[in-house]
């Protein structure tokens, strides 16, 4: 009978079932470990073509996916902040402007900043490419 006392609640959240949790890793540690000894083995590049050459390039993160995603943010946010800066005409009208101008400037600077960064890796990247020895060279000297 309830006398007017709050009872605390019985009803716990949880993740599920533990032994699947278990199951989960065990096999996410032995797929890694798998797929990363017999399938990214940089001796079998070579032979990889088609689909299993962009899987290879995804998987040894010789293709980078960052560059899209930043795009794909950067528009996310200039179209938020130019949206969300005409609630501000009602309150005050150079607030508005200040955020639609100085809130893209600054959207535009950061995701900029990332992709220089990108740009930059990609550039090393190639440079450390050329230093390298080339295969024929190498296997003429032999």
Do not use: H
């Not at 890793?25 to 990214?40: P, Q």
């Not at 995804?58 to 946010?77: C, G, R």
């Not at 800066?85 to 955020?99: D, E, M, R």
């Amino acid at each position: 009978m309830y006398n007017g006392l709050v009872y605390p609640s019985t009803t716990t959240v949880g993740i599920g079932d533990p032994t699947i949790a278990i199951v989960a890793l065990v096999l996410g540690i032995i797929g890694a470990f798998l797929v990363y000894f017999l399938f990214l083995d940089p001796k079998k590049e070579d032979g990889y073509n088609g689909f299993t050459k962009k899987l290879y390039n995804f998987l040894s993160f010789k293709t980078m996916t960052l560059e899209f995603f930043i795009k794909i943010i950067y528009l996310f946010f200039a179209i938020f902040v130019t949206i969300s800066s005409f609630g501000l005409i009602s309150q005050n009208f150079l607030l508005f402007l200040v955020t639609l101008v100085v809130g893209n400037i600054v959207v535009r600077l950061v995701s900029e900043g990332a992709i220089l960064f990108l740009m930059m890796y990609k550039r090393i990247n190639e440079i450390n490419e050329s230093l390298k020895p080339k295969k024929k060279n190498s296997e003429e000297e032999k």
